[in-house]
């Protein structure tokens, strides 16, 4: 759902940015109860595995594909301001170093898929939560269906900035955008499911919040250097080894663009670096998103935020 270039127009990419930018501010600010506070090391393997999990995209039929957002994912591990910074830095990576989604729409994608798809995801969550059934098999659906509405949102802001863009009528893009997400939703949501499962049965349920209501235990710090590692090194190797094999098709917005005729306002991006095989590439932007990661986190950790 990366919105490109000129796909908005450049009064309502600002705005984003600045809603954006005082989401942030606030999400700083914000009571220590609404956060999840974790290690910047932490912070950084989520945003890693999100870049990684965010090349491999998946068919779903009529020359069409979908890839993974991680908003509910990011919420569920780091919190809501962290679901936030944590899609921004994957964003900023993607836009600035490989012209993936565009800086003039950083902005709009940030707001969509982080500030909607990743912070909102939270309290919708903690709400779905509450009227599921309890223990394990209530968790599960929690996640499936609040990663699902989670991307169902991002799609709708999505559509929405489109039509004020002018790129293509309300009445057209809206249904539009919606129907092939619920699709992709689905991709979205199985994954998100079952990395919550994987957590599960790794006895990692410390790693959830609080109001997910399954047990803890206490973990000690080796535990939690060799789930960063882990986690570095799976998301390198969905980079450098499964993305070779994701669907060449178009994704959801780009197959809207396509049928509803304002595929043509997409505007290039400028990649600061460039690589000579697809693997390099890959290989060098999740290690540049855990760096960047890291960095972010460290600041934000000496800050108090």
Request: net charge positive; charged share 10%.
């Amino acid at each position: 759902m990366h919105i490109p270039n000129g796909f908005c127009s450049e009064p309502l990419s600002l705005t984003a940015m600045l809603v954006v930018g005082g989401a942030m501010v606030y999400g700083a600010l914000a009571k220590k109860e609404e956060k999840q506070v974790r290690p910047f090391s932490f912070f950084a393997a989520v945003c890693a595995f999100i870049f990684a999990a965010q090349m491999l995209n998946f068919p779903i039929g009529g020359g069409t594909s979908g890839h993974f957002m991680g908003g509910a994912l990011a919420a569920l591990l780091l919190g809501p301001w962290g679901a936030l910074y944590a899609l921004a830095v994957v964003l900023a990576v993607q836009g600035l170093f490989f012209a993936d989604g565009g800086m003039m729409a950083f902005g709009i994608n940030a707001l969509n898929m982080g500030l909607v798809g990743g912070a909102l995801a939270w309290p919708l969550m903690k709400r779905l939560r509450s009227v599921l059934p309890e223990g394990k098999t209530g968790l599960l659906m929690t996640a499936f269906a609040g990663s699902w509405l989670s991307l169902m949102m991002a799609s709708a802001v999505c559509a929405l900035a489109l039509a004020a863009s002018g790129a293509s009528p309300l009445a057209k893009v809206f249904p539009a955008m919606l129907t092939v997400h619920a699709q992709i939703g689905l991709g979205e949501a199985l994954m998100t499911a079952t990395l919550v499962a994987l957590l599960i049965k790794m006895r990692r349920t410390d790693l959830l919040p609080s109001w997910c209501g399954v047990q803890t235990r206490p973990v000690v710090a080796v535990e939690n250097k060799r789930f960063v590692t882990a986690s570095l090194i799976i998301a390198l190797m969905l980079a450098v080894l499964v993305s070779p094999f994701a669907s060449a098709f178009p994704d959801g917005l780009e197959h809207v663009a396509q049928a509803q005729g304002f595929i043509a306002r997409a505007e290039d991006g400028i990649a600061l670096w460039t690589f000579d095989s697809n693997a390099m590439a890959n290989f060098a932007g999740v290690l540049l998103t855990f760096i960047s990661a890291l960095a972010v986190g460290r600041f934000a950790q000496k800050r108090g935020v």
